[in-house]
């Protein structure tokens, strides 16, 4: 059994990245990684999910919407800064336009009374979480605590420095053996080469995922724009060899009536979060702001 969908093998049209509940088999998360050529429109519709859209390398996207009309600054690429960021409830209906470059819409199945909310890069949480070669930034895009007004949808961005270790300790959320929280979980992965400011396509890292029942137990390759659904079992780590920094957006949704994205560890790495006070975090780290590159990276 593989979770692991190269990138292109689920793209559809200008979809390149395209997973729904349906094709993933489960019940609540989704994601849509759209590509903009030549300043052309792009319409869709939500009926049943709510969605946070972000961009993921392109700028100046003009959103028409059944909520109001908005404009995302958006970014050169994932590398190159925090962007700013769209909620919208179930329902909507969606026009976008843009030069060029690639929009995420992330997915959740969930009948949503929350109004559209933009929010600026300015206001997005970056935290650096980890310590030593285990350290990464986390964007806390719409995570239940950076961002109340949402009824199942969580998103977060992880970048990892070349040569560090995310996902580590390895860690579940699939309420199984006692786990407190269920949740469905999509890893979407870019892969930088040294200074770039988005995915390079020989770019590459590796991913571990791990079920409590061993029927799961896969470490595999990632390269640029591939995805790996994470339905159950502890996933990590996460690992981006030197010369490749690795990015990946996760999507996550599940049935708790209060959003949460709590874990479990794997006890037997449990003790690995205590070594991280002394080992102090990546100098490199944080690694991009509102601002742009955060120098020296």
């Known amino acids: 059994m593989s979770w692991y969908l190269p990138a292109g093998t689920s793209s559809l049209g200008n979809v390149e990245t395209n997973i729904t509940v349906e094709s993933a088999g489960w019940n609540y998360s989704g994601l849509q990684v759209y590509r903009f050529d030549a300043g052309e429109s792009i319409?869709?519709?939500?009926?049943?999910?709510?969605?946070?859209?972000?961009?993921?390398?392109?700028?100046?996207?003009?959103?028409?919407?059944?909520?109001?009309?908005?404009?995302?600054?958006?970014?050169?690429?994932?590398?190159?800064?925090?962007?700013?960021?769209?909620?919208?409830?179930?329902?909507?209906?969606?026009?976008?336009?843009?030069?060029?470059?690639?929009?995420?819409?992330?997915?959740?199945?969930?009948?949503?009374?929350?109004?559209?909310?933009?929010?600026?890069?300015?206001?997005?949480?970056?935290?650096?979480?980890?310590?030593?070669?285990?350290?990464?930034?986390?964007?806390?895009?719409?995570?239940p605590d950076s961002f109340t007004s949402a009824r199942k949808i969580n998103v977060c961005e992880v970048i990892t420095p070349g040569g560090n270790w995310s996902s580590w300790p390895?860690?579940?959320?699939?309420?199984?053996?006692?786990?407190?929280?269920?949740?469905?979980?999509?890893?979407?992965?870019?892969?930088?080469?040294?200074?770039?400011?988005h995915?390079?396509?020989v770019g590459l890292g590796t991913f571990h995922?791990?079920?409590?029942?061993?029927?799961?137990?896969?470490?595999?390759?990632?390269?640029?724009?591939?995805?790996?659904?994470?339905?159950?079992?502890?996933?990590?780590?996460?690992?981006?060899?030197?010369?490749?920094?690795?990015?990946?957006?996760?999507?996550?949704a599940g049935p708790a009536e209060d959003r949460t994205m709590a874990f479990c560890d794997d006890p037997d790495h449990h003790w690995i979060r205590e070594t991280w006070e002394a080992q102090g975090t990546d100098p490199r780290l944080p690694y991009t702001s509102a601002h742009g590159r955060v120098q020296g990276n």
């Open 43 to 143: 319409t869709f519709e939500l009926p049943d999910d709510e969605c946070v859209i972000v961009p993921l390398s392109a700028q100046n996207i003009a959103l028409t919407t059944n909520h109001g009309d908005f404009v995302l600054q958006g970014r050169e690429g994932v590398f190159a800064a925090v962007s700013d960021w769209l909620y919208l409830p179930n329902g909507s209906r969606v026009t976008m336009t843009a030069a060029s470059g690639e929009v995420a819409v992330c997915t959740a199945r969930a009948q949503s009374d929350f109004p559209a909310c933009y929010t600026p890069a300015q206001e997005v949480p970056v935290e650096v979480r980890g310590g030593g070669k285990a350290s990464r930034q986390v964007t806390n895009i719409a995570t």
């Open 170 to 197: 390895p860690h579940r959320h699939d309420g199984i053996d006692g786990c407190i929280a269920t949740n469905e979980e999509i890893y979407y992965f870019r892969i930088g080469r040294e200074e770039s400011l």
């Open 199 to 201: 995915g390079d396509p």
């Open 209 to 252: 995922v791990y079920t409590v029942d061993g029927s799961v137990d896969e470490s595999v390759t990632v390269k640029d724009g591939d995805s790996y659904l994470v339905p159950q079992g502890y996933h990590g780590p996460t690992i981006a060899p030197p010369e490749y920094p690795m990015y990946f957006l996760n999507v996550l």
